[in-house]
């Protein structure tokens, strides 16, 4: 709020008023409400199959197209890889078997997941940076190392080594993982 607020403007976003509507796209809130339906029926099937939303798919087909952009909400907001179109579906359809390579990926969102609740445990903010030490087994390894670009973004290390550590049990799928989070000072 400080960088893009002018002169005139609130000291604090807290303190404004909510912004008045130019002009309103009937266009865009249909879409936006048939996308809503799809998002609710999509995580409705996910909640009754017991796959948590961590975990992605590899699709869900529905009967109608929703547009390119809005397929793309669709997909981050179920967490699938692939809008597919079937007028033959009745209601929508989610793919829910699970591939090895969809798998990992699941478990490496729970233990990006499960690394930021121990950050949090430990008083640690955002821009705090940390090393850390993983000690797994080999299966635990491969996820890590397939996904450690990304997992050494979201979790704020500059460093992850595998080896001997003491620290904090967690659990990522079928994996376990004793990880030692070093603070950067």
């Given at each position: ?6 002169k ?50 590899a ?19 179920v ?37 930021q ?10 821009q ?58």
């Open positions: 709020w400080r960088e893009i607020k002018e005139d403007d609130e000291e604090s976003v807290h303190l404004a008023s909510w912004p008045k509507a130019k002009r309103t796209d009937d266009k865009v809130l249909l879409a936006m409400g048939t996308l809503r339906e799809e998002v609710t029926k999509a995580l409705e099937l996910r909640s009754k199959s017991g796959i948590k939303i961590r975990q992605p798919l699709s869900v087909t529905l009967n109608v197209s929703l547009g390119d952009q809005y397929e793309a909400l669709l997909l981050d907001e967490n699938v890889k692939e809008v597919k179109i079937d007028s033959n579906v009745q209601v929508i359809d989610l793919d829910l078997k699970i591939t090895p390579e969809l798998q990992m990926e699941g478990d490496a969102r729970e233990f990006m997941r499960a690394v609740d121990l950050r949090k445990q430990l008083g640690l903010s955002a705090d940076r940390v090393n850390l030490i993983v000690q797994t087994s080999d299966s635990g390894e491969a996820v890590v190392k397939t996904f450690l670009a990304e997992i050494k973004n979201k979790i704020g290390a500059d460093s992850i080594e595998f080896g001997d550590a003491n620290g904090e049990e967690i659990k990522a799928g079928k994996h376990s993982f004793t990880i030692e989070l070093k603070t950067q000072n």
